[in-house]
């Protein structure tokens, strides 16, 4: 079955931690003026790789909605995304922003989570069933609905549920002139330990730049 091309595009402090610390705002750093722009950078990127919808976990927005940070201006939006798809499997968020949302989740979630999305009149797709959401099937049927090319922003796990499953075709990286360590901290990718170093994902460079910020762009392409 087809399915669409999953390009990862994430900002990073160059230790790869995309918070400063568990359970902190992903936009923390970018309040405080000190991430060279990686966030909106990376914003809009969408647009530049060809997203046509950008992904998400529960994980990313419940923090967001938990430590809540407000930025001096809005952040770039990405003009040629035609969806906010979120991957939901748990079904946990009480939604109330549903304008371009999209919700993934399992085909044995609570049915009053499934309630809520039709009362809301929010679209979904349900796939698989147990613990975690089928993600090859997920895509699929995303695919039927006409994406092509969607950027995956995390959080850290359903990144490396992606990366896992083999399912990330390109990468695209903003590193922030940033340190931030930590044994905790969110990275870039988490997930199961690498049983096989045949499972490791091989990339290969397609652009590098350097931004007059102090941030650095890395794109590569999976091989």
């Not at 790869?16 to 060279?36: F, L, M, Q, Y």
């Not at 939006?77 to 304008?99: L, M, N």
Request: hydrophobic share 35%.
């Amino acid at each position: 079955m087809k399915r669409p091309k999953i390009i990862l595009n994430i900002f990073s402090s160059v230790d790869g931690k995309t918070a400063t610390a568990r359970g902190r705002n992903v936009s923390e750093w970018t309040a405080a003026g000190i991430d060279g722009e990686a966030h909106e950078y990376t914003n809009q990127l969408y647009d530049e790789l060809d997203c046509d919808g950008m992904v998400s976990g529960s994980e990313t927005l419940l923090v967001f909605g938990n430590h809540w940070v407000e930025l001096d201006r809005a952040l770039y939006e990405p003009k040629k995304s035609k969806a906010y798809i979120v991957f939901d499997g748990r079904g946990r968020i009480d939604w109330y922003q549903t304008d371009g949302l999209l919700v993934v989740t399992r085909e044995d979630v609570p049915d009053d989570y499934i309630e809520q999305l039709k009362e809301k009149e929010i679209c979904y797709i349900q796939a698989g069933r147990g613990d975690y959401i089928d993600l090859q099937l997920a895509l699929e049927k995303l695919y039927e609905k006409g994406f092509r090319r969607l950027g995956l922003s995390g959080g850290a796990g359903l990144n490396g549920a992606f990366l896992r499953k083999g399912l990330i075709d390109e990468v695209s990286i903003s590193f922030a002139p940033l340190a931030i360590g930590g044994t905790s901290t969110p990275s870039i990718f988490d997930g199961p330990e690498l049983t096989s170093i045949n499972d490791i994902l091989k990339l290969e460079l397609i652009t590098m730049k350097k931004i007059e910020t102090g941030m650095v762009w890395l794109h590569y392409r999976s091989t």
